[in-house]
């Protein structure tokens, strides 16, 4: 299985690194390598950038490449990146200690990031949740400073870039109720098709798909039923109608008999179709005559 390009943080942010996994076990086992935590130490897999717990290999496949993860031990949390003085100094947590290689790192990020926006407005497109929320959180002063813009093109730019994160959050949660429902639905599914297969089905009744026959019926012709059993006149037609060819294939003998059937079949048919109008015949004679006496009384 090919591996997922994806990065992988600890919980203060100050370590990352990128990995090629294909599931979210392998993720875990990797991660805990790459950030020196104990093999036997359990882990909880968040997106970095909203603390989303990513437990399910389904959504961890829909999730897009080079998606930024974090691995949390047992005493520790996700919290958002905090801004520091204005922007200016970059953003970390309320209980990590800042000292000035964090800061001008921080700072050196959110620049960088301006200054590949402002080469290529387009590049904003292949930046993650996590940069594009740096963008925003830091003072408009300083980003129009960097990007050379006026400050209220700046404030604007701002705007639009929250409204695409608000977006991407919205499009988010829309996958994750459509994947609740999907599960819900296929679970649905599986308790109907378990609740037919318990249902007790009529001897005989069963539909053998390939000749359309009743099984019961099939069993008749094969002479494999006690001799009072009887084909229905609606049977017997459908046994006629096949012909010769398609009744060889179905009850696998050969045509002489084959034939003897259809003959017998029809002559029964033919049989049972009299007795049928002659019983209708005596019905509404028998039904004349009672109208008959009730008008002459």
């Known amino acids: 299985m090919t591996g997922k390009p994806c990065k992988v943080f600890n919980y203060t942010r100050q370590k990352s690194y990128g990995l090629a996994v294909p599931s979210i076990d392998e993720l875990k086992i990797k991660g805990r390598e790459s950030l020196g935590l104990s093999p036997s130490s359990p882990v909880t897999v968040v997106l970095e950038d909203d603390g989303t717990i990513v437990e399910d290999q389904a959504y961890f496949m829909c999730l897009p490449l080079n998606t930024k993860f974090m691995l949390l031990t047992e005493k520790e949390t996700w919290s958002p990146l905090k801004k520091m003085d204005g922007g200016t100094a970059w953003m970390a947590r309320d209980s990590m200690v800042m000292d000035t ?112 026959f009743l099984s019961r019926t099939i069993m008749v012709l094969k002479g494999k039923t006690v001799p009072e059993t009887r084909l229905s006149t609606e049977d017997l037609q459908l046994v006629v109608s096949r012909g010769v060819e398609a009744m060889e294939q179905i009850l696998g003998w050969e045509r002489s008999r084959t034939l003897s059937l259809l003959e017998a079949s029809a002559k029964d048919r033919t049989t049972q179709s009299h007795s049928g109008t002659q019983r209708l015949r005596e019905t509404n004679s028998h039904m004349e005559r009672g109208d008959a006496k009730t008008n002459y009384h």
């Open 101 to 212: 290689d964090v800061v001008d790192a921080g700072f050196s990020l959110w620049v960088d990031l301006a200054q590949q926006l402002k080469q290529d407005l387009a590049s904003v497109i292949l930046m993650s949740d996590s940069d594009l929320q740096m963008l925003i959180d830091v003072s408009h002063t300083d980003l129009a400073s960097t990007l050379g813009y006026d400050e209220k093109k700046t404030k604007d730019l701002q705007e639009s870039l929250q409204r695409y994160l608000d977006g991407k959050e919205e499009e988010r949660q829309s996958k994750e109720i459509l994947q609740l429902y999907l599960k819900t639905m296929n679970s649905g599914t599986e308790n109907q098709e378990a609740e037919a297969g318990d249902l007790d089905v009529p001897d005989g009744m069963e539909m053998d798909v390939e000749s359309g």
